[in-house]
């Protein structure tokens, strides 16, 4: 398994971000995909989940801002993130069961 995240940089607040996720090494279509982050000084938190039938997750936290997506046809997955705040800065992380990515930093800062 490989997940492969991209996308991270330094916005202001309000600004926007897509990170994305190259997986490869599993059947990607049946596959539950997730993205969790972690701030500094804070434990691994879930963030989103799409299923395999698409069906969107998000913690309360997020919802309404962010949004979710995968393209099957290239084993990808999606995080458009809006209206970004200072609280959402962490290292993102792509993951699947008990897979995850390298991670993407995410700073949003003034």
Do not use: H
């Not at 804070?42 to 799409?50: A, C, Q, R, Y």
């Amino acid at each position: 398994v490989q997940l492969v995240e991209s996308g991270g940089g330094l916005v202001q607040p309000g600004g926007s971000l897509r990170l994305s996720c190259a997986a490869s090494g599993f059947t990607f279509e049946s596959a539950d995909m997730a993205w969790a982050r972690q701030a500094p000084g804070k434990g691994l938190e879930w963030v989103s989940t799409i299923s395999s039938d698409g069906g969107p997750y998000y913690v309360g936290s997020v919802k309404g801002r962010f949004t979710i997506s995968r393209d099957n046809a290239k084993n990808m997955v999606y995080l458009q993130m809006n209206n970004l705040q200072p609280e959402d800065t962490a290292v993102y992380y792509c993951k699947m069961s008990r897979y995850r990515g390298q991670g993407t930093q995410v700073t949003v800062s003034s």
